[in-house]
């Protein structure tokens, strides 16, 4: 089993600043893309930034030159670090990996539990 443990959500006025953090555990052998997706009040689950294994990063136009995603391939780690933080930011932030499971040559898609991030205006 792989689990995947999100940390780092709450709440910040506009303006402001958080860091999301999600740490891989279990039968990892290793880790593809890894990846944020959020999903805001009445709206649909969208991504918000990828990564790829070797560090290359993508990002949804909304958050380009404020988010900064990065990742710690030692630790099974991904990281969000979110800038500028607006209202239309806030909703709960998923954390999601691509992992190649020790015990057989497959490759699953696993989520975390999601970790709740609300910007007041």
């Known amino acids: 089993q792989v689990q995947l443990v999100e940390s780092g959500g709450g709440l910040v006025q506009a303006g402001g600043s958080l860091r999301l953090s999600c740490k891989g555990s279990?039968?990892?052998?290793?880790?593809?893309?890894m990846a944020w997706h959020r999903q805001g009040p009445g709206k649909q689950r969208e991504l918000v930034a990828a990564?790829?294994?070797?560090?290359?990063?993508t990002y949804v136009d909304s958050v380009e030159g404020r988010f900064t995603i990065s990742r710690d391939n030692a630790k099974n780690t991904v990281y969000l670090q979110m800038n500028s933080l607006k209202p239309e930011d806030t909703a709960v932030y998923y954390c999601?990996?691509?992992?190649?499971?020790?015990?057989?040559?497959?490759?699953?898609?696993?989520w975390g539990q999601g970790t709740q991030v609300t910007v007041s205006s």
């Open positions: 999601y990996a691509k992992v190649r499971v020790w015990y057989e040559s497959l490759v699953y898609d696993y």
């Open positions: 279990g039968s990892i052998a290793s880790i593809n893309n």
């Open positions: 990564i790829t294994s070797d560090g290359r990063p």
